[in-house]
């Protein structure tokens, strides 16, 4: 009996300290959503309420009154999301394929080279990036967001990764024989075999887009293009700060990736087990 005590007391104990940390990751946005249904005067007060209140509508109502353009804001982020995982997809994985299964000059020292772009922090570029934006008349349009963030290097190191390993070259070298081309290939072949890591790539693009501040803070100038973080960012402004309707807007801005991440978790994890047994 002692020897099964001894055996099970890690697992107890190890699933303890993963319930509590799960806990700590989960409080924030409980309270962020239940703050959303108070008043100033509950949200500052010691203990902090732990249930939904009754001032949702109230909240929301300011949060409409502080930002009449919130909803095209939500659109905007949702539209610049949609179109950065869209071009992140193609690029990535045509740049993956070309890493993975072709040979050119120069093919190591490029490859190196977009991976030592992942090392650099992202506020270097942002001023030449900038700069860039306004010479090509970009500036407070949405195509400056997701133009330059189509193809990012994270994303053409796993397709690269991924293809390579995924993707027999013996299958590859078969169809050329048979007269497949080169963009039958890629259509036909490989992307069936890479869903994946698209699957993978898209929620990961989607959300770090969705999440942007810095970048649409550079290059939007109008509250009516703003996107969703810029938006709730410029909500706590000069003069006192509607916190229930700050709340109100996180907890909005923040239920697509929850809805999100419900409906995609399980399929994330299949996926991603069936490409590492392959």
């Known amino acids: 009996m002692s020897h099964i005590h001894q055996r099970s007391s890690p697992h107890w104990l190890l ?14 946005f409980w309270f962020m959503l239940v703050f959303a249904t108070h008043d100033e005067a509950h949200i500052f007060a010691v203990p902090p309420p732990l ?3 009754d001032q949702l509508a109230e909240n929301i109502s ?11 804001n939500l659109s905007n982020s949702f539209y610049i999301a949609a179109m950065t995982t869209g071009l992140n997809l193609l690029f990535c994985s045509l740049a993956g394929c070309a890493f993975a299964l072709y040979q050119f000059k120069g093919k190591k020292l490029l490859f190196n080279l977009v991976l ?12 030449p990036n900038a700069l860039m934006i306004a010479m090509f008349g970009w500036i407070n349009e949405p195509k400056a967001l997701y133009i330059p963030a189509a193809c990012g290097a994270f994303g053409v190191f796993l397709m690269r990764q991924y293809i390579e390993q995924a993707v027999p070259y013996e299958v590859i070298e078969a169809a050329r024989l048979d007269g497949c081309s080169e963009w039958g290939l890629y259509r036909y072949m490989v992307l069936p075999l890479i869903r994946p890591a698209l699957f993978t790539l898209a929620l990961l ?17 109008d509250m009516e293009s703003y996107t ?13 700060v509607p916190w229930g309707a700050v709340c109100a807007g996180a907890a909005i801005a923040v239920m697509p ?5 419900i409906f995609t978790s399980h399929q994330l994890i299949d996926r991603l087990s069936q490409g590492y047994t392959k």
């Open 15 to 28: 699933t303890s300290i993963i319930g509590f940390g799960a806990i700590l990751m989960v409080l924030p």
């Open 51 to 53: 249930w939904f209140g």
């Open 62 to 72: 300011q949060l409409l009154n502080r930002l009449p353009y919130f909803w095209h």
């Open 116 to 127: 030592g772009t992942m090392l650099l922090p992202g506020f270097l570029n942002m001023i």
């Open 205 to 221: 693009t989607f959300i770090a887009s969705w999440n942007n501040f810095m970048a649409p803070l550079v290059v939007l100038r």
């Open 228 to 240: 969703l973080p810029l938006a709730l960012r410029a909500l706590q402004g000069v003069g006192v």
């Open 257 to 261: 990736l929850i809805i999100l991440l």
